[in-house]
């Protein structure tokens, strides 16, 4: 470890900045080795196999998706073919256009559109998905966070914040939550699926996102929550989604809505008013590729040896440099693309701002809460799945130096 003293640690800092490095670890995307993984994907369709089931991939047809589609996500996901709609290449498209039906129409269980609501509020178990923020914020709904720990969010605030009618629904991650890392307790899932909401068409969004993302270890079976929704006799509660985005290519997967049966009808209905059908060539190629979830599973292995060494790397230089000090904590994840760090109250943003000055972008901090505002000022998304692994070793080198100066200043030495 190196010295803990304001004149020592601020050497570093302006030795990092006379190299003019240019490192980034803003967002969790996959590298080019994962990428590579992929390679055969492009070549998985032959234009004279394009018939399925029964079902011509070129042709309109199978708003729902191509069957093999709908079986593939349903042996991943744990349900039925017939609760699974699968779309086009992203999942949060798909959670936008959830959040704009009710918005337009209502959900299955809604009393009108939700623009017709006098207010309209969502929970955001923080810190979250940043994304997930946007989409409800863009429509104006009221953004109420709600504490998380371990096992998931704290299920005393969400139980009593639902009974506000206005209270509209939940974003969760339950699987490896971006960008904690944390998976649901199974007694948090019994308790979402057995909430009573006052607003009728109260909706859990469940974004399995890291569904098969393990890093470290193998497959972590999950269960399937609309199963327990069905059993709390709340059937049409939760809307689950998943894509392949990084499981094959991101931004060219296949992505998927799974519901209840009524659920997807519903929505169904909504979604022929504004497509015949979505991309079946490629639902076609990503499943010829992809095979099954055995398959898919051995693939993700291999995600997980290029992605496990670059967590490692971060991890190293925390555990080396920042833990005999104290001044900050982290999680370690099993699975999912981030690290999440606590620093002490009031030096989150000063620590991103001074990595920005060494020459590393990291995740705005507070990004992780609704309007980009944590009261602690403490949290930070680190996302070291893109840079080399080279890179990752020199930014976490960098990141220690910043964190380890803006707590200095901090405690005003
Ligand atoms: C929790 C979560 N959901 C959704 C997405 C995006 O998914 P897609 O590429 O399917 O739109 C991400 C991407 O980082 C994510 O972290």
């Given at each position: 470890m190196k010295e803990f003293q304001y004149a020592a640690v601020k050497e570093e800092f302006e030795q990092w900045k006379a190299q003019g490095l240019s490192l980034n670890m803003d967002r969790g995307k996959p590298c080019l080795e994962q990428l590579e993984l992929s390679r055969g994907l492009l070549n998985a369709l032959d234009f004279d196999d394009c018939v399925a089931d029964g079902v011509d991939a070129r042709n309109y047809g199978e708003l729902a998706g191509m069957p093999c589609a709908r079986r593939y996500w349903a042996e991943v996901l744990d349900v039925t073919p017939e609760q699974c709609f699968v779309g086009g290449s992203s999942s949060l498209n798909m959670m936008y256009d959830l959040v704009a039906k009710a918005w337009t129409n209502g959900l299955l269980h809604s009393e009108k559109p939700w623009s017709q609501e006098e207010k309209v509020k969502f929970l955001c178990p923080v810190p979250g998905y940043d994304r997930h923020f946007r989409v409800t914020e863009s429509f104006g709904i009221e953004?109420?966070?709600?504490?998380?720990?371990?096992?998931?969010?704290?299920?005393?605030?969400?139980?009593?914040?639902?009974?506000?009618?206005?209270?509209?629904?939940?974003?969760?991650?339950?699987?490896?939550?971006?960008?904690?890392?944390?998976?649901?307790?199974?007694?948090?899932?019994?308790?979402?699926?057995?909430?009573?909401?006052?607003?009728?068409?109260?909706?859990?969004?469940?974004?399995?996102?890291?569904?098969?993302?393990?890093?470290?270890?193998?497959?972590?079976?999950?269960?399937?929550?609309?199963?327990?929704?069905?059993?709390?006799?709340?059937?049409?509660?939760?809307?689950?989604?998943?894509?392949?985005?990084k499981i094959t290519l991101p931004g060219a997967g296949m992505a998927v809505m799974a519901a209840s049966e009524a659920n997807i009808k519903h929505l169904s209905k909504l979604m022929?008013?504004?497509?015949?059908?979505?991309?079946?060539?490629?639902?076609?190629?990503?499943?010829?590729?992809?095979?099954?979830?055995?398959?898919?599973?051995?693939?993700?292995?291999?995600?997980?040896?290029?992605?496990?060494?670059?967590?490692?790397?971060?991890?190293?230089?925390?555990?080396?440099?920042?833990?005999?000090?104290?001044?900050?904590?982290?999680?370690?994840?099993?699975?999912?693309?981030?690290?999440?760090?606590?620093?002490?109250?009031?030096?989150?943003?000063?620590?991103?701002?001074?990595?920005?000055?060494?020459?590393?972008?990291?995740?705005?901090?507070?990004?992780?809460?609704?309007?980009?505002?944590?009261?602690?000022?403490?949290?930070?998304r680190i996302a070291p799945s893109f840079p080399a692994l080279k890179d990752v070793e020199m930014a976490a080198k960098v990141f220690c130096t910043c964190l380890k100066l803006a707590t200095l200043e901090k405690q005003g030495k």
């Open positions: 953004l109420i966070p709600v504490q998380c720990d371990g096992s998931g969010p704290d299920m005393d605030q969400v139980e009593q914040l639902v009974k506000d009618p206005q209270v509209k629904g939940i974003w969760c991650v339950p699987k490896y939550s971006n960008p904690d890392g944390f998976i649901y307790s199974s007694e948090v899932m019994d308790r979402i699926a057995s909430l009573k909401p006052a607003a009728p068409d109260f909706v859990v969004i469940w974004d399995n996102a890291y569904c098969v993302h393990e890093i470290r270890g193998g497959y972590v079976p999950f269960p399937d929550i609309l199963k327990i929704c069905a059993e709390k006799g709340n059937p049409d509660l939760v809307i689950e989604f998943a894509s392949t985005s022929g008013a504004q497509m015949i059908s979505c991309d079946k060539l490629n639902q076609l190629r990503q499943v010829r590729f992809l095979k099954d979830k055995a398959h898919t599973l051995e693939l993700m292995q291999k995600h997980a040896a290029i992605l496990a060494p670059r967590f490692d790397a971060f991890l190293k230089e925390l555990d080396a440099e920042i833990k005999p000090l104290n001044i900050a904590r982290w999680t370690d994840p099993k699975g999912g693309y981030f690290i999440s760090l606590y620093t002490a109250p009031g030096c989150a943003k000063r620590t991103v701002a001074l990595c920005k000055e060494a020459g590393l972008v990291m995740t705005a901090a507070g990004a992780a809460y609704p309007y980009g505002n944590d009261p602690e000022d403490s949290h930070i």
